[in-house]
Nanobody, 115 residues
Framework: QVQLVESGGGLVQPGESLRLSCRASTNIFSFGRLGWFRQEPGKERELIAYIISNGLTNYADSVKGRFSISRDGAKNTMYLQMSSLKPEDTAVYYC?????????WGQGTQVTVSS
């Protein structure tokens, strides 16, 4: 069964950077569109960035200019490079296809931005 596994979260201070990874159990390019989502406590899960098989990317306004999404076919891994982190970026981050497929949701990785 195809799986996506997130990693790389942690506790950082405001203004710092972090890189998240999403490793696929199959060819990462077999997914036409892959995205990063996040969920803050008490809120709905939201799409913050996605990448299309041709390399085109799209970002939510809240992360545009600070986050960068990419894929490495050799490692079957998608990344989310996060810079200039803010306390409001604190959330559990997930990867999935866009639109998401239910059984591909993983455990996510916690990102906490706090001084």
């Amino acid at each position: 069964q195809v799986q996506l596994v997130e990693s790389g979260g942690g506790l950082v201070q405001p203004g710092e950077s972090l890189r998240l990874s999403c490793r696929a159990s199959t060819n990462i390019f077999s997914f036409g569109r892959l995205g990063w989502f996040r969920q803050e406590p008490g809120k709905e899960r939201e799409l913050i960035a996605y990448i299309i098989s041709n390399g085109l990317t799209n970002y939510a306004d809240s992360v545009k200019g600070r986050f960068s999404i990419s894929r490495d076919g050799a490692k079957n891994t998608m990344y989310l490079q996060m810079s200039s982190l803010k306390p409001e970026d604190t959330a559990v981050y997930y990867c999935n296809t866009q639109p998401p497929i239910g059984h591909l949701w993983g455990q996510g990785t916690q990102v906490t931005v706090s001084s």
